[in-house]
């Protein structure tokens, strides 16, 4: 899994090989799903991601709706507690 991103201070673009995992199972769409979702927290980099490059297949297309979806609900839930803090 690679990281592309633009520097703050220059904007050019910076690129990072973050980690090569071998699934040793069953690449289904939820263990795709759940290790991306691995990659990106161990990176500390999961709010941050903005989209996401495949080669299309439809089981990286349906993991990465899942990937995103968590972090949509994960947003949400986060907004929500905050709201409730901020009520009191």
Do not use: H, P
């Amino acid at each position: 899994m690679t990281a592309n991103w633009l520097d703050r201070d220059d904007f050019f673009r910076k690129t990072a090989m973050l980690c090569l995992r071998r699934i040793k199972r069953s690449i289904t769409y939820d263990v795709l799903g759940m290790t991306i979702r691995s990659v990106l927290n161990e990176f500390a980099i999961y709010e941050k991601m903005g989209s996401m490059t495949t080669d299309g297949g439809s089981n990286f297309i349906k993991s990465l709706g899942l990937v995103m979806l968590n972090l949509l609900v994960d947003q949400l839930l986060i907004f929500i507690v905050v709201d409730d803090i901020r009520l009191l």
